[in-house]
């Protein structure tokens, strides 16, 4: 981590920000095994139906299942819906 990013964590600690405002990480929630909500995302690298992937400042998240379809996508959200299998961080 650079120092301006070790700034901001301690900032967000100190004034009990939320971290992945204050230092611009992806959200996500996942509900089950039916939905994924991806908020911070940098756009969309691969999407078919048994798999997605999108760009974040963490990296590349994965999501893989059957039958994904995105429901919502705005820019700095997304909503993933079908039979999720799998969530993960990918280099």
Known sequence: ?????????SLAELLELPKDVMLDLPKIILV?????????????????????RINTK??????TGSNLVIKNIVVEEII?????NNVEFIN
């Open 32 to 52: 089950g095994q039916l939905q994924v909500y991806i908020e911070n995302h940098k756009g969309i690298l691969e999407y078919t139906t048994t798999r997605i």
């Open 80 to 84: 993933i819906v079908g039979n999720i």
């Open 58 to 63: 963490s990296g590349v998240l994965r999501i």
């Open 1 to 9: 981590m650079n120092k301006n990013t070790e700034i901001k964590k």
